[in-house]
């Protein structure tokens, strides 16, 4: 691995995100206040407590793992097929002595300080709305980083595979989606059909967002803890290995 | 200085499903050289060139980079090359010269040295004045040079342009022609490919013509034309279908070759004895004629019956 070749592609990324920081930060702080609006005051008002919190804690958690998937997977797919296809950067960093490897481990880690940063605010709005916080949720901000890495990666991953662009709602309709609802982010698992219950347990989302409740709210025992971590642990190295496999084959005729 | 030539092609097969790019291709490129790559659109050259920047990787055959055998050695190959590709890729997100400055990081130029290597960038592409702008806001030609100076960030000693000129006005042309020049002049092993005539007359040492993803012959463009083309010099005549076939029975008559080619009727004369003997056949129908040296179109469609588009 060239570290510094990863740092070029990140150095690229810090480039673009300082001519467009306003209106990315501006999506980060709107998205999670709206989410807290509407579901937790509008659907807070019909429930008190879910698993054991208050539903806005429940959901303000929630909220803040449904932004790391869409900040962390959206630029992974989106940007990923068309930096392929369209404006050929792949090709040019590729051509340069990096490898698939780093371009996708840049690209990943800076993804993941945007999601670190992005759950960072999702706690701040949701303290600003009431939501009393344990000091462990600066824990937090590294399960935001992982995650996204993780998130971004499986949104490169599909993104080497697409045609055409058509092709993004296959993967938004058939494995965003999907995530998004069965994760408990909004409402708990617990009372889900059992059918329901093994997919929503290998669903990394699931993981990201149990490990913000075990930081922001230290709940959970140890060993659900220690399970979380390993599944999504286990999620990012698939998920990277997945996106150099499948971006090389994409890239290398 | 190694003896090994900057590259060198073993019966390289290149296929995609169905269709065989490059078919068996062998050569070198020895150091110091401009080296032509002369076809239409579609004889593999771009195929080739990915096959030396590791973009592809033959089906047969070997395929060497200053003696680094491509795939293994891809990465050393990479860091040793610098590639100007067909399909302009400039980050239009960026400045002119963050592109610069992202590529000397990408291409690991040491920290020390990278802020010259970005302003000799910008002053190779004439583009200090634009160095602060957008590249969405470039002319063609300026966006070409700066593809062109992006590849020279990393001092490399094998440049690649893929088709450099391709869709710029003669004028615009002419300036990347002197900036090649001056890649030249510093020493490099340039490849070039180009399905421009006066691109590979103009610019190359040595030329290969390729069609098919074969190699129909190879050498400096003077011998070619010596080589293929009888005569130094072509009288095309133009003018509509019966006067084109006039001409050519006359020139028949007196045992002139001829070709037709388009719009016109191309006789193969020798310099000045020729002309007054084409002009000796129909005054009549030479009303629209232009006289020129022979040059590698002339080869291109000796070897393969078509022109070169």
């Known amino acids: 691995m060239r570290w510094d070749a990863v740092g070029a592609v990140i150095f690229r990324e810090w480039l673009v995100f300082r001519q467009v920081w306003n209106s990315v930060m501006f999506g980060s702080v709107v998205e999670p206040v709206i989410y807290l609006l ?119 991953a599909f993104a080497s595979r697409l045609r055409s662009t058509h092709q993004f709602d296959f993967v938004i309709a058939g494995v965003v989606v999907p995530m998004f609802v069965v994760a408990g982010t909004f409402f708990p698992l617990d009372d889900a059909p059992a059918w329901l219950r093994w997919p929503a347990m290998m669903n990394p989302l699931t993981h990201t967002t149990d490990l913000f409740r075990a930081a922001a709210f230290q709940v959970g025992t140890v060993g659900e803890i220690a399970i979380s971590l390993a599944v999504l642990l286990g999620f990012v190295a698939f998920a990277w290995w997945l996106a150099v496999r499948w971006l090389t084959d994409a890239m290398v005729d | ?61 070997s395929v060497e980079v200053l003696g680094l055998a491509m795939p293994d050695r891809s990465r050393e190959v990479r860091a040793r090359c610098g590639l100007s590709p067909q399909t302009d890729n400039l980050d239009d997100e960026l400045t002119c010269r963050d592109n610069l400055e992202v590529y000397a990081r990408l291409y690991g130029v040491a920290r020390e040295i990278r ?97 098919h993803g074969r190699l129909l012959d190879l050498g400096p463009p003077r011998d070619l034309i010596v080589r293929h083309i009888a005569s130094r010099s072509v009288v095309e005549v133009y003018g509509d279908d019966p006067t084109k076939r006039r001409i050519a029975e006359a020139a028949d008559g007196r045992g002139i070759v001829h070709r037709r080619a388009g719009t016109s009727v191309a006789l193969f004369v020798d310099e000045l004895d020729g ?23 002339d080869v291109f469609v000796d070897l393969t019956g078509q022109d070169l588009g």
Request: with cysteine; hydrophobic share 45%; glycine share 12%.
């Open chain 1, 38 to 156: 509407a579901f937790g005051y509008g659907f807070g008002a019909l429930v008190s407590q879910v698993a054991g919190i208050p539903y806005l804690d429940f959901m303000a958690t929630g909220s803040a793992a449904i932004s790391v998937l869409f900040t962390g997977m959206f630029p992974g797919l989106i940007n990923g097929y068309f930096r392929r296809k369209e404006s050929h950067l792949y090709d040019g960093i590729l051509a340069a002595p990096v490898n698939v490897a780093e371009l996708v481990t840049g690209e990943a880690a800076w993804t993941g300080l945007r999601t670190t940063s992005v759950a960072a605010i999702t706690m701040v709005v949701a303290a600003i709305f009431g939501v009393s916080l344990e000091p462990t949720v600066v824990l937090a901000l590294p399960v935001g980083f992982v995650g996204g890495f993780g998130f971004n990666c499986l949104g490169a």
């Open chain 2, 275 to 297: 002309l007054a003997e084409v002009a000796s056949l129909r005054p009549g129908d030479l009303d629209h004629h232009l006289v020129r040296p022979a040059n590698l179109e």
């Open chain 2, 115 to 211: 802020a010259d290597a970005v302003d000799r960038g910008l002053r190779l592409a004439r583009l200090q004045d634009r160095a602060d702008n957008s590249c969405e806001t470039l002319s063609g030609g300026m966006r070409r040079r700066l593809l062109i100076a992006r590849a020279l960030l990393h001092d490399p000693e094998v440049v690649l342009l893929d088709e450099p000129t391709v869709g710029l006005d003669p004028q615009i042309r002419q300036q990347l022609w002197q900036q090649i020049d001056e890649i030249r002049t510093a020493g490099k092993t340039i490849v070039l490919t180009t399905h421009y005539i006066e691109e590979a007359e103009r610019l190359c040492d040595l030329v290969a013509i390729v069609h």
């Open chain 2, 1 to 61: 200085m190694s003896s090994t030539p900057a590259i060198r092609l073993r019966d390289v097969v290149k296929r995609f499903g169905p269709l065989t790019a490059v078919d068996g291709l062998t050569f070198d490129v020895e150091r110091g050289l401009c080296f032509g790559l002369l076809g239409p659109n579609g004889a593999g050259k771009s195929t080739l060139m990915r096959l030396l920047t590791g973009g592809a990787i033959a089906d047969a055959g």
